[in-house]
C-alpha cells in the first residue's frame, strides 16, 4: 500500500514537472505548428512580447508565451490545421490569417 502512495506521488511530481514549457519548448512550438517549416527569428523582449518570424514568410507578434497555446487552437478552429501566415494580439482582439488567405479578427 505504501508502494502506491510513492507511485502516485511520484507520477504528480513528474507530471507538475513537464507542464511549464521553458522557451526552448515554445520555440519548438512555434516551429512545428505554426510556422510548419523553419523559425528565423524567436525573440522575447524585455516586457514579453514574443515576435517569430518563419522561413516561409509568416510572422507572428504576441504579448507573451502562454499566447502560444491560443494560436494552436486558433489554428485549428478557425484554420482547420492548415496553419497562420500572420498573427498580432491588441488587449481586446486577436487578429490572424490562414495560410488559406483568411483573414479573421476575434475579441479575446
Known sequence: MKRL?????????????CSSNTQQD?????SFELCNTEVELYSVSDDGRVRISCSDGSKFALD???TLETMRD??????DGEGLGKFSESRK????KCKSGT???ITK
Open 74 to 79: 486558433i489554428n485549428i478552429d478557425y484554420c
Open 64 to 66: 507573451s508565451e502562454e
Open 5 to 17: 502512495g510513492f507511485i502516485a506521488i511520484a507520477l504528480s511530481a513528474l507530471a507538475a514537472g
Open 26 to 30: 515554445n520555440f519548438r512550438e512555434a
Open 93 to 96: 482582439y486577436y487578429s490572424f
Open 103 to 105: 483573414l479573421l479578427s
